[in-house]
């Protein structure tokens, strides 16, 4: 299986923060990593697939970058809504495994 | 809009099955070419993928649980569903459906149910 690694764990930042979360996997996938949205009590939520493509209706705010093993998302300016946990997931072999979470919280 | 939704019961005893349904609405499950799929959450923890099916019928399964995993799927009533045998407090869990799709070659889960908790306990 396919072992993805995000970091940190967990973030603090203030609205208006730029903020980002690495997302590392075991071998190479090439760009086939999402990211999602999950608040609590909530299923989670697509944000990006194929490394950095925005899914329709996502903020621009939301970007992501990288290929290989190496991936990041990027919140540009925090909102009050952003907070939550956020999971990366490989898509380039099954099993589909994600990341284990990196929750942001309100400084 | 696609929407999803889980159903079946909420507490299981250890060493039974447990057997999930989710209704898709809002589309048939028969179109596109779309892989349904189950993903679970322990408490507090992270995501694991369960398995897929296609509209075909075709399966697979995390390997992690294969051996105790269907997924199984009903076009005429317009659900899948998801039995896990053999269960114990380990499976205990918000169970997911999803609906996964292959876009210009790139695999995503783009609706999710709103999830059902399942605890296994006797």
């Known amino acids: 299986d396919i072992q993805m690694t995000q970091s940190p764990s967990s973030l603090s930042a203030s609205v208006g923060d730029r903020v980002t979360i690495t997302c590392r996997a075991s071998?190479?996938?090439?760009?086939?990593l999402n990211w999602y949205q999950q608040k609590p009590g909530k299923a989670p939520k697509l944000l990006i697939y194929?490394?950095?493509i925005l899914q329709s209706g996502v903020p621009s705010r939301f970007s992501g970058s990288g290929s290989g093993t190496d991936f990041t998302l990027t919140i540009s300016s925090l909102q009050p809504e952003d907070f939550a946990t956020y999971y990366c997931?490989?898509?380039?072999?099954?099993?589909?495994?994600f990341g284990q979470g990196t929750k942001l919280e309100i400084k | 809009q696609v929407q999803l939704q889980e159903s079946g019961p909420g507490l299981v005893k250890p060493s039974q099955t447990l057997s999930l349904t989710c209704t898709v609405s809002g589309g048939s499950i028969s179109s596109g070419s779309y892989y349904w799929s189950w993903i679970r959450q322990p408490a507090g923890k992270g995501l694991e993928w369960i398995g897929r099916i296609y509209t075909s019928g075709s399966t697979n399964y995390n390997p992690s649980l294969k051996s105790r995993v269907t997924i199984s799927v009903d076009t005429s009533k317009n659900h899948f569903s998801l039995k896990l045998s053999s269960v114990t407090a380990a499976d205990t869990a918000v169970y997911y459906c999803?609906?996964?799709?292959?876009?210009?070659?790139?695999?995503?889960?783009?609706?999710w149910g709103q999830g059902t908790l399942v605890t296994v306990s006797s």
């Open positions: 999803a609906r996964g799709l292959y876009s210009s070659g790139w695999f995503y889960f783009d609706y």
């Open positions: 071998q190479s996938i090439s760009s086939y």
């Open positions: 997931q490989q898509s380039y072999s099954i099993p589909y495994t």
């Open positions: 194929a490394a950095s």
